[in-house]
């Protein structure tokens, strides 16, 4: 990725010949039937390899990284889907390696990313759409499959700007949570997502999948509370935590200025020593028989509650 440019540029940032000049991708266009030409590939890159083995060492490669132990070993994580793929290109992000059957190859749009991959460092493999399942680990897979590198991000790449909003998150173990929290977060203009103690890797392809590409364009990063707590207080950072034993609405809180929204883990919630550092505890009033409202579904509430005492600002 090119350094030096807020990862909001990057997300606009034109990739070679996919996007247009605002920097977003066009419509997918409509499928085409398959040509012998549009199997050619063109230019001095090596041609896409082909694997048919389940036992090709790559194809383990890609399947070890549905485990943490996988991903650590290699730094890499997959991502799926000729949209996702093309959207992480739009954020500057390249995979290593591409897998896509023949079929998705003679595609005009997923070639050209494909022919984009390739010139950005990518190698190609094309595979039948068996290897494909075996490596999504689940029926009807997308036609293209991206293996891509791990990046950290650490808590002096927030933005230090006032009247940021951030969001952390104590403990949270659902891969899907944390990816539906991220493609709100993307929504709402979040500067940051924290991961605060032991939460579940946002490289997981749940998370990857649920986050619908937002994971490529929102920061999130890992910090001890201790660590947060200190940097966001020197900032002047107001932090607002959703919690069950909150004693206020949420729309008493006044959200200009620079605000981090704190959110519990599923089972325990948030630990009263880290309660007792907010500055305003909210409670989404709630009627119903349940004691609590799902994570993500308070998180976003609660975004949305920001961003609306904003007015909607985009700052
Ligand atoms: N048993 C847990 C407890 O007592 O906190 C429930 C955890 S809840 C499923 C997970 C997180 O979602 C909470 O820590 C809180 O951040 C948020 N949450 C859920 N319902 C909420 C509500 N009505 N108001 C504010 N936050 C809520």
């Known amino acids: ?81 000729a949209r996702l793929l093309m959207e992480a290109a739009g954020a500057g992000h390249w995979p290593e390696l591409v897998v896509f059957t023949d079929e998705a190859g003679a595609r005009p749009a997923q070639r050209e990313y494909l022919l984009a991959a390739r010139r950005n460092g990518a190698r190609l493999i094309s595979v039948p759409s068996r290897l494909l399942t075996s490596i999504c680990q689940r029926d009807n897979p997308q036609a293209l499959i991206g293996a891509f590198r791990q990046w950290q991000t650490e808590i002096g790449d927030l933005p230090d700007r006032e009247g940021a909003l951030l969001l952390a998150l104590h403990e949270i173990r659902d891969p899907g949570n944390l990816g539906a929290i991220i493609r709100t977060a993307d929504a709402v203009g979040v500067d940051g ?41 020197a900032r002047g950072i107001r932090l607002v935590a959703g919690t069950l034993r909150g004693t206020d609405l949420p729309e008493i809180v006044d959200y200009r200025g620079s605000i981090a929204l704190l959110m519990g883990n599923e089972q325990k919630g948030l630990p009263e020593a880290m309660e ?17 409202l799902n994570l993500a579904v308070a998180t976003g509430v609660l975004l949305y509650t920001a961003w609306r005492g904003r007015h909607y600002a985009e700052t």
């Open 276 to 292: 007792a550092q907010v500055d305003y505890p909210v409670r989404i009033p709630m009627r119903g028989k349940a004691d609590s």
């Open 1 to 81: 990725m090119q350094k030096g440019l807020p990862l909001r540029e990057h997300a606009r940032r034109p990739g070679p010949g996919l996007f247009d000049e605002s920097g977003y991708m066009p419509k997918l266009r409509p499928r085409v039937t398959r040509s012998k030409a549009a199997l050619d590939w063109p230019g001095s890159h090596p041609a896409p390899e082909k694997i048919t083995s389940t036992a090709n060492p790559r194809i383990r490669l890609l399947k070890s990284l549905h485990s943490k132990k996988g991903r650590n070993d290699s730094s890499l994580f997959l991502a799926e889907g």
């Open 193 to 233: 997502v924290v991961l605060l103690g032991e939460c579940v890797d946002p490289f997981s392809i749940e998370a990857v999948r649920a986050s619908m590409g937002a994971l490529f364009t929102v920061r999130v990063l890992r910090a001890g509370f201790a660590e947060f707590d200190h940097w966001r207080r």
